[in-house]
């Protein structure tokens, strides 16, 4: 299958400028890499069923409409160059993710899925600072150790850090909130009253997590992630491996991007059963005008509440 960047660079090569082609005459569903009559890229799906209606999105344009012969379109565009990289992958993910989907429901699963990839396409193009580098490294070593326990698809399904839940794990049998920490260190940061507040059991990961240099016995970022993709399609778990992919890029992390030969060192994670006890704020418990809290717990309090992650 021709990647659609190179269909889109086709098509301008050609002077296509308002055209599409198809991306694979093999796929199951119609779907076209297209360029509006401005050079923008985008991708169509054609349908003979009717689609939801379609989000709406500060960098992306998604239409849904009624052709002239009386099928539907759900035309997905770039209406911000500077994302043209990040939208390239949502693209090419969302062509690759339906490639086992009915044409029938493929407009359903194609808007699910856009929307999974919002948090990325509207954050532009700032990056990622240390703290939600440091966040996702720990998020990903979390990860990494639920695939001992688990299935790849239940723990990537699992993960919902990047799609912007207040917990960044929802197991079957509990919640898992993840936090970052130095090696040493005394507190661990809870930045929201919902993060250890949940109606589900929860448990508190806390990775010790030490940035190191290039020199430095340890693993980068990259290295990391080619890891989790390695364990996920040794396993055969090949949509669970496209899913992975489309939560990292809703995390902000590319590859080839510079953050991703960032180095670390881990020693270890600690885990902490949330129970009665445990020191933490409640939303029932905050004072009549306080909407919202950040604050900081003492780990050697959370030692009598230490547990083990397990099936």
Known sequence: MTSIEALWGSLLAEGQVGGARRVDETHPCSLYAA?????????????DVALPAAPTMESVEAIVSVRHDGRWSL??????????????????????????????KAGGFMLARLARWRRLLEAGSQGMDESRLRGLVGELL????????????????????????????????????????????ATVSI??????????????????LMGISPDDDGFDLGELVAEIRVSLTAGEAHMA?????????????????PISQARFRTDGIMFYRISDGFPLLRRADLPVGVS????????????????ELTA
């Open 35 to 47: 360029l509006d009559p401005k050079g923008c890229p985008g991708l169509v799906l054609v349908s």
């Open 75 to 104: 035309g997905i565009w770039l209406r911000v160059d500077a994302l043209r990289s990040p939208f390239a992958q949502l693209c090419q993910d969302l062509v690759d993710a339906t490639n086992e989907v009915s044409p029938e």
């Open 142 to 185: 979390v990860l990494r150790r639920c695939l001992d326990f688990w299935a790849p698809a239940t723990v990537v399904d699992s993960w919902v850090g990047p799609l912007g839940a207040p917990q960044d794990f929802t197991l079957p049998s509990f919640f898992v909130e993840t936090k970052a920490v130095r090696p040493g260190a």
């Open 191 to 208: 930045s929201s009253v919902d993060q250890l507040d949940a109606s589900e059991e929860l448990l508190l990961a806390v990775v010790a």
């Open 241 to 257: 491996a496209l899913e992975f992919d489309s939560r990292l890029a809703a995390a902000g992390y590319r590859d080839g991007d």
């Open 292 to 307: 919202e809290a950040a604050y900081e717990i003492n780990l050697g309090a959370c030692r009598p509440f230490e547990a």
